[in-house]
């Protein structure tokens, strides 16, 4: 059974004008054309609404019954239709995104606060979590989107190229290292390291690093606040992406690029489920996510890697 607003809209009018003419005027139709709809809409229901006399029109039985719900039935399709609108112009709607804890703090608020002045209708959530947590929440459909780095299972997950993210060296400002312009990661050796901790995405872009294997690690932690407290405390050094690197602005802390032939990088990807739309709403935060990383990018020691 197929039911319209048109043919709601008819029904309630005919009610009202109980006279076919007048309610083809209001309806902006032509009598037969008028008389047309109303028969589709008994045609649609098996059943008479109307008894037709040449002086009046009056409900049958079903009709008053069906009158019933008809008014609920027509501001449902309208609000529901209503809302649809509100949604593709973006009044309306929920984005929720999922991200490293650094690209979280460090480049994603700047794009929140465009996106809400933009579209202040639409709910923002963001969830900050290491790489794995990042990578199920959008394979179970709980975020629309990542911001991530590439994990041990990406099946049902589709993968578009964010960037680069360089790593530097933290130290202590009396570390004689300090003192270096940039630095070789075999300048290192013997050095105790902070790392963090093993499911971090951070931690999995250095595990590559056959230079880095032989390095005492002196610390494991979990949050890079602590990273940054240990260095302070004289307790070892630590190798961290440029897009963590407001967390080491300190007076007393150092921040050394690494040469050239020892750069470090972490790749960075947007992240989604594979053969799964994107709200409006989300299609807009995505468009200016993607507009936007140049920009930051540039404020965050981030290197733009183009999609191929």
């Known amino acids: ?22 309610a083809a005027r209001r309806c ?21 609404l109307f008894d037709r006399s040449t002086r ?3 409900l049958t039985p079903e009709g008053r019954h069906f009158l019933r719900s008809a ?7 309208e609000a529901l239709v209503g809302e649809m609108r509100e949604l593709v112009s973006k009044r309306r709607g929920r984005v929720s995104v999922a991200a490293l804890p650094s690209l979280a703090a460090g480049w994603l608020p700047d794009i929140y606060a465009t996106y809400a002045a933009m579209y202040p209708g639409v709910e923002l959530s963001l969830h900050d979590a290491l790489l794995e947590p990042c990578l199920q929440q959008v394979r179970e459909g709980a975020v629309d989107m990542a911001l991530a780095a590439i994990g041990r299972d990406m099946s ?17 400002g009396d570390h004689p ?31 590559g690093q056959l230079d880095l294997a032989s390095m005492p690690t002196a610390l494991e932690v979990d949050h890079l606040a602590t990273v940054r407290g240990l260095i302070l405390a004289g307790l070892g050094l630590s190798l961290v992406p440029g897009m963590t690197l407001f967390h080491f602005r300190h007076p007393d802390l150092a921040i050394i690029p690494l040469a050239e032939n020892s750069r470090i990088r972490r ?29 930051l990018a540039q404020q965050n020691h981030f290197a733009i890697r183009e999609t191929p």
């Open 1 to 22: 059974m197929n039911l319209s607003a048109r043919q709601l809209k008819a029904f309630l009018l005919l009610v009202e004008e109980q006279h076919f003419t007048r």
């Open 28 to 48: 902006h139709l032509t009598q037969p054309a008028f008389s047309a709809l109303i028969q589709s809409l008994e045609d649609a229901l098996g059943v008479r």
């Open 56 to 58: 009046r029109v009056e």
């Open 71 to 77: 008014p609920r039935l027509l501001n449902d399709i």
């Open 156 to 172: 049902g997950l589709s993968t578009e190229p964010l960037g680069e993210d360089f790593f530097y060296l933290v130290c202590r």
């Open 177 to 207: 290292l300090a003192r270096s312009a940039q630095i070789g990661v075999a300048a290192l050796r013997g050095e105790r390291m902070i790392h963090l901790g093993k499911g971090s995405s951070i931690r999995q872009s250095l595990a």
């Open 267 to 295: 790749q960075l990807y947007l992240v989604r489920r594979e053969n799964r739309s994107m709200s409006q709403a989300a299609q807009a935060f995505h468009a200016l996510l993607m507009r936007e990383r140049d920009t």
